[in-house]
């Protein structure tokens, strides 16, 4: 049995909310802290890293990482919430 | 066991591995040439994905790329990863939901039109010709580094293997190849790395040794910026580009990365939307270990290079210095006579050149290691270049087979769609490793043409047909050629037209042409929604197709129908 459309579209608009956080924060991590604004955050150290520097070599990637599992996690209870879960 | 020895076992054992599994997982339906029958576990898919994803330029080259370039190579960092985020959210469940084996199947259906489908073959056979042509040079390099044989029985050999499991195993054959292809390369290449990073940093881990302190405890990067200053660099930790070049190239290597066909085919593998998702976390975890520890490597590797010959004595160079010298990586020439190496960034005045590829290929001499770390990096980077050939070969005989062959001829039987499946995987190979021996002038550049058409053509294609009901196959059409016209033209300009133009101040808005693929994207999009509006919306059973790929609910195996 498929979701009703109102259902449909409610399941939907969670989906792009999240997504647009997501994206939101994807963005800030690699354009904003490793790009636009590296300069600034350069002034502030971590051990032997300038933190812009850390950010455009190391940190974006690990912000990716985090990000994809979240919304592994976050899709799977909004699958099972609107029930269109495959099992 | 001497070190040709021990490299001719490791590569040697590595093959048979290889063609092991290919004999194992050879593929006896379409469905398993295309898509390994649908079958593969996320943790295996992400492995696969891995391999499938990092070339002999991201094992070999990347590193070195970072050392001479220092911030400026984030862009590869952030690029190349990042896209692995749209890749994860936008695309891949969508797309599996979708269940069919192919990107133009996609893009065919959801513009129900055969134009379309057209128009997105032939952006996914440029785009994997150009790439492949590359790998398969790649593997000729190796060889004649390594097991000291002319690059063409290199790439003779390599082509022998691919073909063996591409053709017989199909992406069956390749997902499995490709699992164990991870195992090796990643192995190969966190060796060195490890140790290195104790000698320099007395940290262990390579990510972290990059941040901590040289002899004399002075911070490593700290230590690079002084060093590169005093002989006239720029410092390694902030660059020479600017920032709207920085944030494009950025920006196209991402959505490139996301549009490009054989990373995206590898998510029609697994069973379920879910599978999809988390599977691209796996992908990204398994490519990080190496995206993490390249920059190490890049730093280490500057140190090490500048420590143990700027301002030395010619004939007391280390002795890893004076072997690489023999293959013409390193190259010394002491143009003021004074019997000392002199590296600056003059060009006029400096005495040594070393290749790129030097930081990950001399790492194990560098640190000291055993030969049979060496044979490992041979064995590593031979994998490397291994996997994503055969995943840009299965695209190539997919296109063929499928989205050509199929699409006008729908009554052939599987059997035959088999048999010519394979036969295009056989041309391709010929006609790659022809590339390989006799490799056209503009190797080298062809990386931005690949990444710029993929974020000009596919992704706001595909993006569009999920996120927008309205986005019409006009639309579609018109976009992609756009996108793919003015990429080329722009590409194409600079680079083959007029090459002593390419330069910040002719490009526009300082947008270098490894960077224009964004612009592209933009335009693509633009004219995309602009002709959709102008002209009817979809037919309904579009819209339905639509709605259904945006719920996990339902999603068969991918299939023919």
């Known amino acids: 049995m498929s979701p009703s459309p109102s259902k449909m579209e409610q399941y939907w608009k969670k989906n792009l909310q999240t997504l647009a956080i997501l994206l939101f924060i994807w963005f800030i991590v690699s354009f904003g802290c490793g790009i636009l604004w590296v300069e600034e955050l350069n002034s502030i150290r971590i051990g032997g890293f300038k933190l812009g520097f850390w950010f455009a070599q190391q940190g974006a990637i690990y912000a990716f990482l985090v990000l994809i599992f979240v919304y592994v996690v976050r899709m799977n209870k909004l699958d099972k919430e609107f029930n269109v879960n495959e099992d | 066991m001497d070190l040709l020895a021990w490299t001719y076992l490791l590569v040697g054992l590595s093959f048979a591995l290889y063609l092991g599994i290919a004999i194992w997982s050879r593929a ?111 593997v000729g390099i190796v060889f004649s ?9 290199g790439v003779v050999i390599g082509m022998a293997i691919v073909f063996f499991y591409a053709v017989l195993g199909g992406m069956k054959g390749i997902t499995y190849t490709q699992v164990a292809q991870y195992c090796v390369l990643i192995f190969a290449y966190m060796v060195p790395a490890i140790f290195i990073s ?36 720029a410092d390694y930790t902030s660059g020479t580009k600017s920032i709207p070049d920085l944030f494009m190239i950025t920006l196209a290597l991402m959505v490139g990365t996301a549009g490009l066909p054989h990373v995206i085919v590898r998510f029609f593998t697994v069973p379920k939307v879910k599978d999809a998702r988390l599977s691209a976390g796996y992908a990204l975890a398994f490519i990080a270990i190496l995206y993490t520890t390249a920059p190490a490597i890049a730093a280490f590797g500057m140190y090490n290079i500048i420590e143990s010959t700027s301002e030395k004595p010619i004939d007391q160079l280390p002795e890893w210095v004076q072997n690489w010298q023999q293959t013409k990586l390193i190259q010394i020439e002491d143009k003021n006579g004074d ?21 990950v290929l001399a ?34 005989s997919t296109s063929i087979s499928r989205d050509l062959f199929k699409t006008f001829r729908p009554e052939i039987s599987d059997k035959k769609e088999l048999r010519i499946a394979r036969l295009s995987a056989a041309g391709a190979v010929i006609l790659a490793g022809y590339f390989g021996i006799n490799p056209p002038g503009f190797v080298a ?39 793919l016209v003015f990429t080329i033209s722009y590409i194409s300009y600079f680079k083959f037209v007029y090459p002593e133009l390419n330069t910040a101040e002719h490009w526009w808005w300082g947008i270098s042409p490894e960077g224009i693929g964004s612009l592209g994207m933009a335009l693509n999009f633009l004219v995309c929604f602009g002709v959709s509006w102008l002209t009817p919306a979809p037919p309904s059973h579009v819209q339905q197709l639509i709605q259904e790929i945006r719920i996990p609910k339902g999603a068969g195996k991918a299939s023919n129908h």
Not at chain 2, 145 to 151: A, D, K, S
Not at chain 2, 339 to 359: C, F, H, W
């Open chain 2, 363 to 396: 790492g194990p001499e560098i640190a000291q290691l055993p030969d049979w770390v060496v044979g490992l990096v041979a064995a590593g980077a031979m994998a490397a270049a291994l996997s994503t050939a055969a995943g840009l070969l299965l695209v190539i």
């Open chain 2, 145 to 153: 580094r390594y097991l000291e044989l002319p690059i063409e029985w």
């Open chain 2, 28 to 138: 006896g339906s379409t469905e398993e040439f295309y898509v390994a029958g649908g079958g593969v576990s996320p943790l295996a898919n992400g492995l696969a994905t891995a391999a499938d994803w990092m070339s002999a330029a991201s094992f070999m080259s990347m590193a070195g790329i970072i050392s001479f370039s220092g911030y400026d190579g984030s862009v590869y960092l952030m690029g190349w990863t990042g896209g692995y985020v749209l890749l994860a959210l936008l695309l891949a469940p969508y797309l599996r939901k979708f269940g069919k084996f192919t990107v133009p199947d996609f893009v065919g259906d959801r513009y129900y039109s055969n134009k379309a489908r057209v128009v997105a073959v032939i952006c996914a056979l440029f785009i994997s010709f150009t790439y492949v042509a590359g790998q398969m040079r790649g």
């Open chain 2, 198 to 233: 104790m000698q320099l940093t007395g940290n262990p881990i390579p990510q972290l040794g990059l941040g901590g302190d040289v002899a004399g405890g002075v911070p490593l990067l700290d230590k690079l910026d002084g060093v590169l200053g005093d002989l006239g660099f």
């Open chain 2, 339 to 359: 019997g000392t190496v002199q590296y600056l960034a003059d060009p006029a005045s400096n005495e040594l050149r070393i290749d790129k590829d030097i930081m």
């Open chain 2, 445 to 483: 550049e062809v990386v931005a043409f690949a990444f710029g058409l993929a974020a000009s053509s596919f992704f706001p294609v595909i993006l569009l047909g999920i996120f927008s009901t309205r986005v019409n196959k006009e639309g579609a059409i018109a976009g992609m050629l756009t996108g």
